[in-house]
Every structure is written in structure tokens, then in C-alpha cells.
């Protein structure tokens, strides 16, 4: 069982920066999760933002691609999402998302609006 929780949304001014974290619940083995973060604007489908493997590679969106860095820090169980130059159509809620033994697991998510 795995239980994630997000933290760092809120409103920020285009062109502004935010950091979300995901924090993960679990007894073992955190180090050899892949972590994910997706996000879901109103009336779009949820996408995949980025991933970091436990080897540490990191893949992203295009559309995140130069402006967002994935990290974590697996003594803590933290997944980080470092945001850079938010753009209005950043605005969604996030969600931090992981896989074990083929079952997903999902934060409650964090509303992040890019607004001026």
C-alpha cells in the first residue's frame, strides 16, 4: 500500500515560479518507485508532466520540457516538482501518481492556477 500526499499549489503570476512535494507512505522500498507527476485542466484529459525512475532518469511533457525539473529525495520518501515560468495554460489540478506490483496509486491532488 502506498499513500501520497501533495502540498505547494496555489495561485502564482505568469511568468512566476512554485515548487509542489509528494509526500509518500510506505513501509519499504520508496528508492525503486517510479514517481510521476500528471495534472488535469477543466474539461481536458489528465496528462502525464514527468517522470523520475529510481535510477534518477527524468522524462517530461513537450510542454514542460526546459521549465519544470522533477527530483526526489528518497531518504525523506519526497517527489518534488520544481515549476519555472508558468504559462496560464499551466493551470490544472496536480496529481503525484506511482505503480506497485501493477496497482496505481494517487495523491488528492493540488490546485495550481497561473493567473494574473
Known amino acids: 500500500q502506498v499513500q501520497l500526499v501533495e502540498s505547494g499549489g496555489g495561485l502564482v503570476q505568469p511568468g512566476g515560479s512554485q515548487r509542489l512535494s509528494c509526500a509518500a507512505s510506505?513501509?519499504?522500498?520508496?528508492?525503486?518507485?517510479?514517481m510521476d507527476w500528471y495534472r488535469q485542466a477543466p474539461g481536458k484529459q489528465r496528462e502525464l508532466v514527468a517522470s523520475i525512475r529510481s535510477s534518477g532518469a527524468t522524462t517530461y511533457a513537450d510542454s514542460v520540457k526546459g521549465r519544470f525539473t522533477i527530483s526526489r529525495e528518497n531518504t525523506e520518501k519526497m517527489t518534488y516538482l520544481q515549476m519555472n515560468s508558468l504559462k496560464p495554460e499551466d493551470t490544472a489540478v496536480y496529481y503525484c501518481h506511482t505503480v506497485r506490483n501493477g496497482v496505481n496509486f494517487w495523491g488528492q491532488g493540488t490546485q495550481v492556477t497561473v493567473s494574473s
Open positions: 510506505i513501509e519499504l522500498n520508496f528508492w525503486f518507485l517510479t
